[in-house]
């Protein structure tokens, strides 16, 4: 059964999986990419596993005369935010039989370069901004259960609201 463009059943069907087995709610993440060192070209790639192949993303080092020739680290960060944010607002209102007909989501961010230019201590980024423009059969409390729901079962609204332990390591090939 679909609803919302999500597949209930197989949402169902995982929910049980992990009922009856906890560990396989568990895995590891992992994205691995290359930087470029053609000129005038996208300066990271990375090629990512999905249903029927891959998917390559390239990025661009932030252009701060204007626009790169690919995104920039941050659009896909903040498409990270937007994308799970919408999913688990979305899936829920499905598993919740609630059947919604458009979701408009931005998130924004506000930067500060300054500490990355070693021009100062300021925050590099000082405030998130989520807003979701929903149409549908839903109330109006159930879209705002649907939004509390997001912010606390969205990885994506979870790695922005807490400190999340980072081990980080660089190895000199030679």
Known sequence: ??????????????????????KEAKFTAKIEGVWLFENGGPQFRSTVKVKD???????????????GSRPGPMAFGLFWFAACYSSTFV??????????????????????????FDLGESPLISEYRVIMEVTGEATD??????????????????????????KAEVRLRK
């Not at 679909?2 to 597949?7: E, G, Q, R, V, Y």
């Not at 259960?145 to 980072?166: N, P, S, V, W």
Request: net charge neutral; aromatic share 6%.
């Open 1 to 22: 059964m679909s609803l919302n463009n999500i597949d209930t059943k197989q949402v169902k069907d995982y929910k049980e999986t992990i009922r009856k087995d906890p």
């Open 53 to 67: 192949g891959t998917y390559t993303m390239e990025a661009s080092h932030p252009n701060f005369a204007g626009p």
């Open 91 to 116: 899936t829920e209102a499905a598993m919740r039989n609630i059947q919604l007909t458009s979701v408009k989501t931005k998130v924004e961010a506000d930067l500060d370069y300054t500490a990355q």
């Open 141 to 166: 409390a159930q879209v705002h259960d649907l939004k509390e729901y997001a912010l606390k079962r969205c990885m994506g609204m979870f790695t922005i609201q807490h400190a999340i332990a980072l």
